[in-house]
């Protein structure tokens, strides 16, 4: 990215989201590692690549696609500019899995448990 101000800093918690990137094919990596870099350097990310999920509480989803193959890695935000990440996942199926979201959300309670 180039010495434009960065909007927001996108944070690893851990290695929940380390080990899925990890698993991925090169291609799939570059497409993530440009989609990150969109979201730390737009004012305004559009919700094609960044979306609140309903009905949690400050959950969002990083959304990536790949060729035919759709990406989802959970994030929140922390002090309004800082996303950090969750768990990730190949999505397969229309609706989220349920246990992902619980992951998520798992994941962030014990990053505001140990923040305290």
Same mark, same amino acid.
């Given at each position: 990215m180039d010495n434009k101000k960065k909007q927001r800093t996108i944070i690893f918690y851990k290695n929940y989201f380390d080990d899925f990137f990890r698993e991925q094919k090169q291609k799939v990596k570059d497409k993530i590692i440009w989609?990150?870099?969109?979201?730390?350097?737009?004012?305004?990310?559009?919700?094609?690549?960044?979306?609140?999920?309903? =009905?949690?509480?400050?959950?969002?989803?990083?959304?990536?696609?790949?060729?035919?193959?759709?990406?989802?890695?959970?994030?929140?935000?922390?002090?309004?500019?800082?996303?950090?990440?969750? =768990?990730?996942?190949?999505k397969k199926t229309q609706k989220t899995p349920k246990k992902e979201i619980e992951k998520a959300l798992k994941i962030k309670e014990e990053y505001e448990s140990e923040k305290k």
């Open positions: 989609t990150f870099d969109l979201i730390e350097g737009l004012q305004r990310v559009p919700e094609t690549y960044l979306k609140h999920l309903e =009905n949690t509480d400050g959950l969002f989803e990083i959304r990536i696609q790949q060729g035919s193959d759709i990406f989802r890695i959970f994030c929140f935000f922390d002090q309004g500019q800082l996303v950090v990440l969750a =768990n990730g996942f190949q």
